[in-house]
């Protein structure tokens, strides 16, 4: 029963990390049907909404669980980065796992642990 509670808390932060996701690719619609943008500025802004939707799927997991801040958080990231992903293969079909998407996924890992262990220590 509390490895089923666990689960269930570490999937509730990865369907809010999917929520900001959305929020922040609408906004990002928005900007690019005003303003012509660089493919720089679409890979860091890929990064940050990333990594800003995992942060917050981390600490809402990590504060409803109460302990191993960081264990949630490398699981929420790894999840949700793993959703992305096989989205972006279903959705796109020149998609490949190369050593770009190998980073981001560490970068995700890496912010995912400290978020969760900030959201259990604020």
């Known amino acids: ?17 999917v929520l900001i996701t959305i929020v922040l690719l609408v906004v990002f ?15 860091v802004y890929y990064v940050v909404a990333t990594c800003l939707s995992v942060v917050y799927g981390a600490i809402y997991s990590a504060r409803k669980n109460n302990r191993n801040g960081w264990l949630v958080g490398i699981l929420v990231a790894v999840l949700y980065m ?28 890496l912010v995912g642990a ?9």
């Open 82 to 109: 793993s959703l992305i992903y096989i989205l972006s293969a279903l959705l796109f079909k020149n998609f490949s796992f190369g050593t770009t998407e190998l980073l981001r996924l560490l970068i995700a890992i």
């Open 114 to 122: 400290l978020s969760g262990m900030l959201g259990i220590n604020i």
């Open 1 to 17: 029963m509390e490895q089923r509670a666990f689960f269930t808390k570490v999937s509730m932060g990865v369907f809010r990390a």
């Open 29 to 43: 619609s928005i900007i690019m049907t005003f303003k012509e943008v660089s493919t720089q500025f679409i890979s």
